[in-house]
Structures are given as C-alpha cells and as structure tokens.
C-alpha cells in the first residue's frame, strides 16, 4: 500500500537538522563538549530549526583520544553485551545510568539526544559469551565471526539469516535501552552501502526502532548508499548518506552535484538522502584547537545553498561555541533554510563545465526558488533564462545578499564569485 | 552561459506530437499513406496539439516492402550523394522534386512535415566518389569505411574528427536541401546511443540543422542515449530516444518507468527525453492488415500518462485513419495532455512491487497532479497519502473518468485496474 | 641469481607424498587414528615414497567433532599465544609436550611428521592481549582485527606491514616451537589464495620456515593459487594448491585437467603445484564408518596418471588401515609412481571433447610417458601418432595393465574405459 | 580420434622458416624487390632452412604505396570478385596470369611462395553483385554488409553461418585459383584473433586449403590469439600469432616472454603459436632507405634464442639482400636453428625481475637445451644451477660464442650482456 511508507511518520516530516560531535571531536567527545554545544544551539540556533545533538562513535571507549580507533581496546558494556557510555568521558552516565542524565539535560534545553552506533554486537560480548536480555541466544551464537567491519574494530555483525530471532532479540535490546535513555536519534553506522550484504539487517533495525515505545530518527551511515535501492532505503530509514565522509574540500563538495542530481526525486517526509555534516566553523578540535573550516566562505554558502535545494538533512559539525560571526549567520538564514519546508520536487536544471542552476518549486504555488552555481575558479556572470525554467513571474530577491533582482527578456543576470552561489526567489 | 542551449529556441518549446510511419508501415511506407494520415490527423487530431508527420526509414529505397532492410540494394540519390525519395513510391517527387510536394502539402493541412535518415552518407556514394556540393572533398574523402551501422546496411559514418571540414560539407549540403523540400522535424538515426563514437557528429548535425535557414526539430535516435551524457544531449538535440525501440509488449512498457525516472529531471524546454512511438491502433500493416496494438486498453492508459507525467514527446504510431473510437479517445483526452504544457519538475514519487506513484506540480501553482499505477497483474485498491506528497489541496478529479475523488485524513483511494492508471489533478 | 630459490634445497627434490586427516577424520582426528595410519603407511607403503604423515586443522579444538568449525569456540594455547594440540584428542601431549612425542613416534617408523596452521594467530589471543614470544611486542599489537579467513573462525591475520617485525616475531615463535616437536611439514591453510593481500605474509612464514633450525616443508593452502604469481610461489613455498578443496567427484577432476595444463610448466625440484589430497578408500569417517571414495576405479587410475604426469604432490586422503586390495595397489604401482621421480617438462600434447592426451620425457632421455585418457562416458578405442608427440621409439608398456603395445605406422591404438588412463612408456 | 589434426599432415612438421615483404615494403612490395629476396635467400639462406617467399598485403591494390591503407581504392579483381596482383606493381601478371609466373620463378630457385589475403570479400565485388565462381549465390548474398575489418577498408566478411554454403563457394573459388598459381603458403589475415566472431570462418577456410588440391601452409593473422582457443587453432591452421603486430622495441621483445610461457605446450608438428615476423637487417624501405632495425645486435641473438626454443615459425622481415654481416650470421646460425628441429617440451625454468631461463629437451634424448636471457639493463653474470634443471650431463657448449662451458657443483655461471643471452647445449 502506497500510504504509509513508516509506521512512525511523525517524525522526519521535514529534513532533520541538528549538531554532531565527529567533525570536531572524532572518536573523543567528552560529555562537557556535548553539553557546551547544545547550550550553544539552544540560545542561538533553535529558533532556526536546529533541534538533534548527537553524540558520535566510540561513546563506549575509555581510551578515545582522536579520530582514530584503537584494536582490541576494551569496551564498556554490561552483561548482555550491551555499550555504555564510559563513565569517565560522560561523567554523569557513572552507575549504569547510560545516556538517561545528559538526554534529560538536552531535553531540557527544549532540543532532542542522539547517538551513533555501530551495526552488530562487540566482539568481546561474542567471545566472553554473554547472554542477550530476554532471549534465548547467547552472543556466540548471534555474532557472525565473519562479518566485521573494515574501518572499526569494535564489532561482529549479527547472524541475520542464520540465527534472524536472535539478531532480532538483540537489535530489540539495544533500542528499548536507547528509548528508556530518552534517545530520539541514532546513526547506525557501517550499514549504508553495504547492499546487499546488509539488506536483512536494515530491516531488523527498522523493525526494532519501530518497537522500542519512543519517536526515534534512523539515520544510516556510511555511502555512498546504492541509488538503485532508493526504495528498500525510503521504507526503512529517515535518512541515509549519499557520499562517504564528507570534510572541508572543494573537490568534495563539487562532486556532491552529481550525487545531488541522482538522488533528489527520492527526497520526501520521512525519508531523505543525507549529503554529510557540514565541516564548518571549529574543527578538528582533537588535533589542534585553531583548525576551522578550509571552505571559502562561497563554498560554505554554495554548500548550503546545494543542501538546502537538495533537501538534504542539516547536521552541523564545528564546535558551535566558537562559531564566528560568519559561521552563525550562515547557519541561521531563516529564507535558506525555509528551502527546505516549503519547497519540492527540486531538481538540477542542467550543468556546463562552468554553472549548474538547481530548481526547487514551493509546495503552495507562491514561489519558485531557483539556485545557480558558479563551480568555476573565477568571479563571472551567469545569466538566467525564465524560459528555460519555464518560470511566469518576473522579479527575484537573492537570499544570501537580500537584494531584489529584475529580469529582462533574456532573463536574469548575476555576478557570482568563483565557487560561489546566487539563491533567487521569484515569486507570483 | 547557461541562457540559451540552442540558437532556436523557437521550436519545441513543448514537447513535440505528432506521427510516424514505422509503427504501421515499416519501411515500405508510400506517399498515399503519408497523406492519409495526415488528412486524419488534420481532421481529427491537430486542435489536440498533433502537428509533425513524420516519414521514417528507407524512402529512397525503391524495394523496400517491409521492417526488414535489404543489403546492397541500390538507393536513389542525386549526383552529391544526397539521398532522394523513390520516385516509384513517392510520385510527387518524380523529377528530382524530392519531398518538396508532399511537405507542401502537409503544411496546406496546417501540419508541418518530418523525415527519417541515417548517419553517413550512402556507401555507393563512398564507392562511386561523388563529389559533395559546395566542397572541396569527395564522398571518397569524408566517408570512414569502418563507420558503419550494424543493424542498417546503407550508409557510411562520416569522419568527424580526421576530415572534419568535410563532414561539415556532407551534413550541410543534405540540412540545406531539406530546408528547400520545407522539412520541419529530422530524425537522425544510428546515433543516440552511440557515445562517445558519434558525440563530434552530433554536433556537427546539430551546426547544420541552426545554419540551414529553416526551423527544424532535431530528433536522435535509437536509444537507449545514455543518461551521463544528459548535458550534451540537451545542448545539441530537441529530443532523444531513452530506449531502445518500444513496442507493444507490457514488459517494455514497465521497464519505462524506471528510465522515466532516471531521465525525467532532464525535461524541458527545447530539450525533450523521448520514449518513443506509441503503438496504439493499426500497427504492422505491412505484415497484417488485421494486426492492431496488443496493449490492452488500461494499458495504453498507463503509457499515455506515464509518457505525458514525464513530458516525453507524443508520436503515434498506428495507422490512424484506422483507429477505432476507443484509440481516438485515448489521444485527444484534453486534460491528460495538458499535462505535457502546464506542468514541470514531474518525477516518481515512489514504487513497491505493485505501484508506482508520480508527482508533476503545475508551473503556475494552481494544480498538482499525481499519477498511480497499478503494476500489479490485479485490480486493486490504491491509497495515496496526501502528506507523503506535500499535497495541500483536499479534492481532485480523476482525469481518464472525469469523477471527483474526495481525500481523507488517510488520503485518496481508488481502484485501479490491472496495468492501469488514474490521474489525479489536485486543484488548489 | 638464478641459482639458488631457496635456502633449504635439500627437501623437496621429488613431490612429497604422504598422508593428511582431512579427508577421513575433518577437524576431528585424534591420536589413535594418526598412529594407525602411520603404522599400516610404514607398513605397506613406505617403501614406495610414502613418508609425511599430517595432521590436519584444529588439533588444538578439545571439542571438534566433524568437517565443520564452532565459532568462537575456546582453543588450547600457551602464554605467548602459540596453540597446543588438545590432550582429550592427543593425550600424548599432555603436559605442553605439544606434537613432540606423536612425532617421535612417527620418526621411530622411519616416516615423517607433519600439521596443519592457519596464518595469523588465534583472536582470543589478542583480544586477551597475550605476550608474544622474544619480542617486545603485544598480541593486541600484531593481530589485525579487519584480516579474518571468511570460512574458519579461530584466527586473526598478522599485521606484515604496518607491524611487520611484530608479524615476524610471532611466525618465529611458532615454527621454533614446531622445529622443537621435530615437525617436518606445515600446511599453511588460508594463504594460497589470498594475493595480494597475503604476499607479504607468505614472505614472512617463508622466512620463518628457513630460520627454524629444521628441515620443513611448506605447504601453502587453499587454492586456487593465482597463475600469474607463479615465480613468488616457486621462490616462497614448496607445494601451493592450484584448486579449492579437491574431491571424489568426476567434475573436480575433469576440471583438474585444464589447471594442470596450465600449472605444468612450473613443476620442478623444491616447488610443486599441488592438485590436493587424493580421496581414495575410506573417507569422511567422522560422519559416516561405512563411507568410501565415490570414485570410479577408472576414475581413480585416471587421478593417479594425471597427478604423476603433472608431478603434483602425492597426499593420500582416505582412513589407510581401511584399505582394499585395489586401492593399496592404485598407491603401489611402482612404475606410474617413478613417473614423478624420472621425467620432467611434461605438458598436455592436446584436448578433445573426448580425450586428453599428455607427455612426459624422461629426464636422461631412455624413454617417454604418454597418458591417454578417456574423458568421454564410453569406453573408446584411443589412435595416438607417434608423430604427433615426435617420439622415435616404436614400442611401449601400458603401465596400468603391464601389457606391450606395438605401434604400427599409424601410431597406438588403444580401449579405453569410460573416465579411465592409458599409460604407455616408450624406451629407446 | 587423436590420431591426425589435420587432414594434410605432411607440411610444417616443422616451424616453417622464410621471409615476409611487410615489414621492409608494407603494403608497396613490388614484384622486383620480391625476386631480389628470392635471389638471395636461395644464395645465403636455403640450406639452412629458409623457404616460404610470402607477399604481404594488398598485392591487388595498384596506388599502394607505404604501411597505409587507402578507403575506397579501386582493387584488381576478376569477374568472379577474387583479387589479382597488380599489374603494374606485378608486372609478370599481366593478362590474368595472376601470381603464376611469380610463383614459378620461385619455385625455379628451389623455394616456396606464399601470399597474405584478408578475410573475406572485396567490398566492391558485393556493391557491384558479382557472380561466385561455380555458385548459385552472388556477392550480394555472400557479403555480410556488416563484418568488416578495422583496421583495413577493403573487404567484407562473409555470411558463414546465414549463407554458409555461399561463403564457402567464395572460398573454395580463391583457394583453388591459388593451387592453380601455385601458392604453398596462405597467410590469412583479420582473423586470429577474431574469435568467437571468426571461429566458423577458420574452419571454412580450413577446409577450402584441404580441398583445393595443393599442400598449403595456413598462417592465421594477427594476433594475439585467445590463449583458451589453443585446440581449436591447433585443428585448423599451421600457425597463428600470438601477438598483434611484432617491431624492434624491447618493450615488445620484453613482453613476447610471457606470451611465449603461455604458448609453448601447443608447439608441435603441424601447429605452430608464431611470435611474428623477425624485424632484422633492412626495415620500413617504403619510408627511408636507410632504415634498418633498431635493436641492438643482443636484443636480435635474444629474439632468435628465445623463437628458437618456443619453436616459433621464422619469418625474416628485413630487405636480404641489404643483410649485413651480422644479420646473415644470425640468420644463419646452425645450431641454433636446430633447436627448432630437435627439441621438443620446451618451457619457461623460472624468472626474476633481472634473468629468464627456459629448457628444451632434445627428442632424441641426447642433449638438454638452456636459455638463459638477461633482460636487465646491465650486463651480468648468470649462475644457472644442474639440480634445478634436473639436468644430470655436466659441460655444455655455448651456440652464440661456440664455446665450452663447465659447470661446477654450483651449477654453471656466465656473463651476459644487457637484453642478451647465452643457450647452453648439454650432450649426454
């Protein structure tokens, strides 16, 4: 039945936008980080729509110093195999209280807690054979000693065809602790492009965030995630990633067009093609406190202008408190960001070796938002036919400069600096 | 710079409609049947928007009798080796007239007058050395002898890169002749698929048709073309085949759903993705009289709106004067083709193993309409979700029955025949 | 230089023969069932070349009991993560005598001892971050947790280049610790396959092998080694498998023929392309007492002709003190054994849908081997000209029958069973 | 049966052994510079084996005049679409005497003559419908309009599977005027490695040669023939490359190794793999008359050595009579061309970054051939060890320099220049 894509669409209506700790921290976010972000968002970028505060992977390590993973480090987690955070990075999780304490306190700043997993079980629950919580199958039993991952030593994946009751009952495990905890957000990891191979195991997950009793996104990491499975991905998750990471590299983000392109008709409530974070403001904080941003400010705004077109999801990846004026204002363009609710069926218009314009229509008729790009490395004029776009009205506001725009009959004519984005908004 | 893709911008700014005489005669067409159907055409079809009358392969092949070709039959051309119509098959052209009286009289119908060639030149021409008019080359010079067509055997490439002036010389002199025969519409054939071999040529085609002093929609065939060469297509064509040759089997007509989604942001302006003929009414006359379309009549509905959500061009492809009431009906719906000129940005929604559904908003904001199909063996009732398309508008009306569907709060829904499709136009 | 390819030349100079557990016992073979074997090989089949008597995967597994793997299943190892053979299966071992007295047994019969490893060391030795023997390195430092074998659980793979003296360290501990138990051959299992990936490590256990004090014989295992590495395997290893596990079924070893027309050429003393255990007489005990080879007697003639033409190594499979009259004899035709021993250069002289025909000159030129075999399911009369092989002698012995065979001017001709061998010797 | 591969067993039981005009005339040879070779081959080089005089490429083409092809040239042929040689390139054929008197003259001088054809028709014997002799069918219907060779513009294959019967008339028809003529050698060319396209083509032709009533040697073109075809070669043609076309640069010399490791088992009477013609003495007179190889005089002693021992046939390509001293000697080494005669089983020993050593046994079993190449840069010494050839005679004779050799318990050690060798011959 066409109707209901997701038993839960109360959520994801519109693309998720929110802060993730990996871009600034990597693997060794502490608790004090998290809560200095989601106060910082709290006072300056809820009212924009930023709500989701994430805390990325390897919560569960005491070790984590970097972005890099340490083999065979030892895990924190309790008997059944289940991780928690460790006690001396997230200080207020001591007890066995997991994630319950800094949830109440994100919570309570009127914004939603996330976190990120890893597909499967640890492999030291598999190899100490703990038992799973209200099932009848040990770890040995449910871990696939041949399934892991190639980038993350922590994890076997699950026995989803041999033993499907048993990675069902641990899966089940693992969200009733997340919805207890009062998580509304998690970013299952190692999963996203790993069709065929991990098919069953999107659908275990799917089924289990479906009956854990709480409203939580599910986000799949990372891509590229297979275009021609656009559909089994809309069924079974909020939103999934479109690239491998995506950091701080005009290479990157000029070759996320492409992606932009193919993946654009499948953006819809509830489901969303995730273009990554956005490495802005203080990064890297793990490896030196003075990294920011390598992105122009052009490409920080053709980045959002492209996300925002693409009705991409938002998750923000500085260190928020260091956000300079720029960095705020960037991520605070109420007329970008409205893209993203009041617009659909945006789609790429064409491309040359120089401009690519993007087309979003406004869901109610009133406006047509059109986005052109100038991927050259030099400051040049891009001109704009209403024909081409097969647009009625006359006039544009340019939403990054504010600035009204009149069209003559050849159309629209804009200087555009190199790498840099116009946003126009004709309306009726 | 992104205003103009081509020079004409005058023509094709909808997507074009109109007939072509492979479906129903093959090669072995004749003058009679061409005016025939464009008597019906003008008669019953051209307020709908019907216009081109199109003459498809081999009219300068005086035994031609059916879809099959002929090897190193001889070929009527003119001492420029430029192809001229079989005077034995086309009367009005005895003389050296070419198709000069037929396309008069098309146009004294108020209809405008394609034709059908090859790539290349003829081979004899190659062989004979002929010289090329208003050129410095011989047909010996610019033919490439391993240039050749593996489904055709008539014609030689040409060498667009190694005598490219020549090449050049060969495509104007044949543009310019049928800008005097008064031809509106060229099908180039042996060429939409075959990139990167024939990109140069395309271009050079392309050259010729904006110099020849005449508007002419240019039309490549077969496909399928492939989609990442969506930019260049769109810069030198009006429109260009997605698939291979489409007939009247169910299975190519699903398959048509997943190149209309891949293709279906590529729609505009002067730029048209094309499905191919429809094979509806009286095909493969030159085999059968009796012999008419095998697509049931829900299917023809499904093709008719898929090829209209999509925006592809509309070529008939039976043998109308002998279509019976049911066929005239399908193609002069006014409503379902009015989707073609009014709407934009249209794409897939989504599909499951029975239904596809698809969104096309209306440029003025006024309308949206959706498409569900039932692909399923089974009628069936359909449900569609009103949120899930970001529908705002409560009511609408079901374009092939022409009754009101009421949604509510779960949606629209509708039974719909096996192989069938309703179109619903939301207004707001 | 091209002298020397190994250190150790004195082994190997002919293809080893000898015995493995594999075939009859899987995982499962105890003590009792290796001393059984060695006493009736000593026997009945010493004097025939037969000498390496080896013990097969998971000695170390106290409760292996079949063909198939536990995962994460407990292993005996020492402190410095080195297995141990299980004493409920080899009480002789009892005490971390590990394989010395089971060897000292074998050698007191005039035969040699050999086992069975997997490349890298056991996972729960780096997940219990053992010490690793003379070496400043750490289990947990040296395992690679993303390097696993996809079809057995036990081990991790070795980190050979980013840790590589740690790798070294670790191979070093345990072949010192095999030359200590006074083993004479190790398979290497999950290796042979594995290029790229596993080249250094081959390199690695080579080195391993010829700094251990001992004389062993490497054995690399699964194939199919990869062809184009042949040069490294000839300069690393003494016998490399050219197939995945080999078989009682006629399609295995039709299939052989073609891998040993390409792997002959690369035959010679110290480095042999094995064709695998041979799986003759009572086999798979583990699961059934009453089981024996499936193989025709044809067929296992046709096996024996074609595994001493090629001069593939010679491990015979099956339970031996079950040994019937033909199967002992099959293993003690003098004659087609010596064909190992007394040729070299052999190749396949050509192939029909019907027959195979191969060469093999003797090495000082007295006299040639010719085996014909019979692929088809008939029993047919084989012609062979001596033109065609340029062989010069007139007059042959059939080996498997002792029969003479006189050649008239149109060469041999021969009845030969369906799926059986002729084998004629030429003398000068 | 395996008895006989080919009907007419009588010719190349050994690697044929002559000389080819292509890569001293291309496709310009004229019928005095063939005489001039025939002339001095019949002095210089007959007694040491050297028979086949063969014109290469377009003898029927009257304008040729380099390694070019021009399209579309007009081509000599008879009534019945089969080429004749130019008259005024051959001058002995006028009057459709064809290459009879040529043929003749050759024969006079106790030599053989060969000629190259390319598959197929002329393409202008098909546009011009031509009758096949002693057929029913007409070029038209033989031709097939799209099987054509890239590389050359005049012909067309033939329909041999849709009109065999026609095609093999076609071929029957050339084959049997070349009988007349007197032709011994055919090299057919478009076709070696044309398989699966050209496979029933071959055995067409195959068949024609048995036919036509003249023992013919049949030499298929160019290469590299698929490797997985050896039996299928080895039934239907004399010789076919293992390469496309052969020049003097290491690179390609370098490279002839590996093909040479994969051929050499399906060297033997009556089917020979061919390393192509030998690029020696005076090359391309077509461009300069001063051209003459460019390999160095090692490279060239490399090349005889190693076609020598993988028994390749040996086409001379160079002008004869402008051999130098060098070249002659080369050519005309006795105990080197032996090996062609003598051994058989020859294969490829080993090889590292820096040496390659192949062995031949002699038939007779009186002596064992060794190749050792060094195909680094500098010169060095090679030590060669006795064991690992298995070699049992001690002292060998070196057939380039002709002098003894004793080996030591080391084995035995030369110096060998840079892209050189040396060939060991060790008698019994």
Chains 1, 2, 3, 4 share one sequence.
Request: hydrophobic letters at 40%; one cysteine or more.
């Amino acid at each position: 039945m066409i109707l209901t894509q997701k038993e839960n669409t109360m959520i994801a209506q519109t693309p998720p936008m929110g802060w993730n700790s990996w871009d600034c921290f990597g693997a060794a976010v502490n608790e004090k980080q998290v809560r200095e972000n989601a106060d910082y968002i709290a006072k300056h970028m809820k009212e924009y729509g930023w709500e989701y505060i994430v805390v990325d992977i390897q919560w569960y390590q005491p070790k984590a110093d970097s972005h890099e993973y340490e083999p065979f480090s030892d895990v924190v987690m309790d008997k059944y195999g289940r991780l928690l955070p460790a006690p001396n990075r997230f200080p207020s999780s001591e007890g066995n209280k997991g994630f319950k304490p800094l949830a109440k306190y994100v919570h309570s700043l009127g914004l939603k807690f996330g976190i990120h997993i890893m597909r499967g079980m640890p492999r030291m629950a598999a190899h100490n054979n703990l038992k799973i919580k209200d099932s009848k199958f040990t770890a040995r039993q449910v871990a696939d000693p041949n399934s892991i991952c190639f980038w993350n030593p922590d994890m076997y994946g699950l026995k989803c065809t041999s033993c499907e009751q048993g990675a069902r009952d641990y899966y089940n495990s693992i969200f009733k602790l997340y919805a207890e905890w009062g998580v509304d957000f998690v970013k299952v990891d190692d999963i996203a492009r790993e069709y065929p191979r991990c098919e069953k195991e999107i659908e275990i997950i799917h089924d289990a965030v479906s009956a854990c009793g709480r409203d939580i996104v599910l986000s799949l990491s990372p891509g590229p995630a297979p275009l021609e499975r656009a559909e089994h991905l809309k069924k079974n998750a909020n939103m999934w990633r479109i690239t491998d990471d995506f950091w701080d590299k005009w290479e990157l983000l000029l070759n996320m067009f492409e992606r932009a392109e193919k993946w654009c008709t499948h953006s819809g409530p509830g489901h969303w093609p995730d273009a990554d974070m956005l490495p802005v403001g203080a990064l890297r904080q793990d490896y030196n406190k003075d990294d920011r941003t390598r992105f122009t400010e052009d490409e920080q705004m053709t980045m959002m202008s492209l996300w925002c077109m693409m009705r991409s999801p938002l998750i923000a990846g500085g260190h928020m408190p260091k956000n300079d004026e720029f960095t705020l204002k960037l991520l605070t363009n109420k007329e970008i960001l409205d893209i993203e609710k009041v617009t659909y069926s945006a789609h790429q218009l064409h491309r040359t070796s120089d401009e690519i314009a993007w087309i979003a229509p406004a869901k109610d008729g009133s406006a047509v938002y059109i986005a052109l790009f100038n991927i050259s490395d030099k400051k040049k004029k891009i001109t704009f036919s209403l024909d081409e776009a097969e647009i009625v009205a006359k006039d544009a506001v340019e939403l990054w400069s504010k600035k009204k725009v009149k069209a003559s009959d050849g159309g629209v004519s804009l200087q555009v600096n190199a790498h840099g984005a116009a946003v126009l908004k004709f309306c009726r």
